[in-house]
């Protein structure tokens, strides 16, 4: 799993590879992905004693947020942060790799 993390001011580089570029050069290792809405579009949702407790916002404050996420399938780490670094968001946020339980 990718997570792709942004702050709330972004400035693409220029010469920043685009997301179709990207798409293409991971082809079909990449599964599935989406952009996300905007935190302040977020819900956090605890069990507490059998009550339901919602609020608004993200789980926590944080410079960056998670912007979306792209779940690919690779033979090893090593693949996976190669694919991560080239990733548009890369260049100018983070991609957080984060393995998934098989």
């Not at 952009?35 to 905007?38: A, V």
């Not at 302040?40 to 407790?53: I, N, P, Q």
């Not at 926590?60 to 690919?72: K, N, P, R, S, W």
């Given at each position: 799993m990718l997570l792709i993390c942004v702050g709330d001011e972004v400035e693409v580089p220029?010469?920043?590879?685009?997301?179709e570029q990207w798409l293409e050069k991971v082809g079909s290792r990449r599964l599935h992905g989406s952009?996300?809405?905007?935190i302040?579009?977020?819900?956090?949702?605890?069990?507490?004693?059998?009550?339901?407790?919602l609020s608004s916002g993200p789980?926590?404050?944080?410079?960056?947020?998670?912007?979306?996420?792209?779940?690919?399938?690779?033979?090893?780490?090593?693949?996976?942060t190669e694919i991560a670094a080239a990733h548009p968001v890369a260049h100018f946020g983070s991609v957080e790799v984060r393995p998934l339980h098989e």
């Open positions: 220029p010469g920043t590879p685009n997301i952009e996300m809405r905007p302040s579009d977020a819900t956090t949702v605890r069990t507490r004693g059998g009550d339901v407790l789980f926590a404050e944080t410079a960056e947020h998670i912007a979306g996420y792209d779940l690919i399938e690779c033979a090893d780490l090593d693949e996976a």
